[in-house]
């Protein structure tokens, strides 16, 4: 079975420049997350979507970020523009219900390197 | 909001010694996962803990559930150089997202 893909593995872009992720979950899981993480922390979640629907984005900063699963399976996340802070790794996670007990599983990560 | 703290931050062993990670949340959990970054590397889920008090154990690997639902431990018994990772443990409030700790940074000197 694969895994969870993102694409792509490494970003390197100026400040105020977009850029966008994407991620293709593991077949079958409903439950798709986004997470940042900086260099020496934990991940922190900035949105989750059951199905196409985006049930928790409360830590997304919505003035410059943006994401959509448009079918329900494969997401993408996009900064725009990008700034500085944004410097991290960006993972995403699925599991198959995303009910409290689910296991999570976690994509290779997008390293961005804002100049 | 729900906070999750992890102690120590960092710890170097020599192989063969014992090695523990603390957890502490500020609130009551419904349960707690841990998971294991490898160097370079994604987290890779190891183990959930659901009931108060529980115990589970993967070989080397010892996992505890505090009575209270607020703190967890990991222990590894006789480190191995395949241990060296970053060990994050992540609590959910009862109805609420996953927040992760800071993680410790396990290296193991050969």
């Known amino acids: 079975e694969a895994g969870v893909v993102q694409s792509p593995r490494y970003k390197i872009i100026e400040k105020k420049q977009p850029v966008a992720f994407w991620c293709n979950p593991i077949?079958?899981?409903?439950?798709l997350y986004w997470y940042r993480q900086n260099l020496g922390q934990g991940p922190e979640l900035l949105i989750r979507?059951?199905?196409?629907?985006?049930?928790?984005d409360s830590q997304l900063p919505k003035d410059r970020f943006s994401a959509e699963r448009l079918k329900g399976v494969d997401s993408t996340l996009k900064i725009q523009p990008a700034e500085l802070g944004d410097s991290a790794v960006y993972l995403c996670?699925?599991?198959?219900?995303?009910?409290?007990?689910?296991?999570?599983?976690f994509g290779p990560g997008t390293r961005l390197t804002v100049l | 909001g729900q906070q999750v703290m992890q102690i120590p931050q960092y710890q170097h062993v020599q192989e063969g010694e014992d090695f523990t990670t603390y957890c502490n949340s500020s609130?009551?959990?419904?349960?707690i996962q841990w998971y294991k970054q490898r160097p370079g590397g994604h987290p890779v889920f190891l183990i959930q803990l659901v009931k108060s008090g529980e115990v589970k154990k993967q070989k080397r690997l010892t996992f505890q559930f505090g009575e209270a639902k607020k703190n967890s431990s990991l222990h590894i018994t006789a480190t191995q150089t395949t241990d060296v990772g970053t060990y994050f443990c992540a609590g959910r409030e009862y109805g609420n997202k996953l927040v992760f700790g800071a993680g410790t940074i396990l290296r193991v000197k050969s």
């Open positions: 996670a699925s599991s198959p219900q995303g009910g409290s007990t689910d296991t999570q599983y």
């Open positions: 077949s079958g899981h409903n439950t």
């Open positions: 979507y059951e199905n196409e629907e985006a049930v928790d």
């Open positions: 609130t009551t959990l419904s349960n």
